[in-house]
């Protein structure tokens, strides 16, 4: 079992940044993927970044990549999102997640989720 809990979010205006954070606990942090998942209102929930703590690597959505970077501290079991240049487009609630697969951009490759946080970008 592994407990998530997203936070960082908050209101911002466009052009600012956020940084949000994901701290796990229970089952060993260093061997899965993390990803981050956003869902506006009335839209599906859309893969964001990945981190892979086997191979050390990342991915990205096309719609973030060069503004949002995704990083983890494996000692402090936590996963961050560094977000950049936010456009009103990129407000949702962002989740955080884990999977046993290598960068997985599917939601239904995620078994563990937590609840959420709130990112609102005004114009």
């Known amino acids: 079992q592994v407990q998530l809990e997203e936070s960082g979010g908050g209101l911002v205006q466009a052009g600012g940044s956020l940084r949000l954070s994901c701290v796990a606990a229970?089952?060993?942090?260093?061997?899965?993927?993390m990803g981050w998942f956003r869902q506006a209102p009335g839209k599906e929930r859309e893969f964001v970044a990945a981190?892979?703590?086997?191979?050390?690597?990342?991915r990205y959505a096309d719609s973030v990549k060069g503004r949002f970077i995704i990083s983890r501290d494996n000692a402090k079991n936590t996963l961050f999102l560094q977000m950049n240049s936010l456009q009103p487009e990129d407000t949702a609630v962002y989740y955080c997640a884990t999977s046993v697969s290598v960068l997985p951009s599917t939601r239904s490759a995620y078994n563990y989720w937590g609840q959420g946080t709130q990112v609102t970008v005004s114009s």
């Open positions: 981190s892979s703590r086997i191979t050390g690597t990342t």
């Open positions: 229970g089952r060993t942090f260093n061997g899965y993927t």
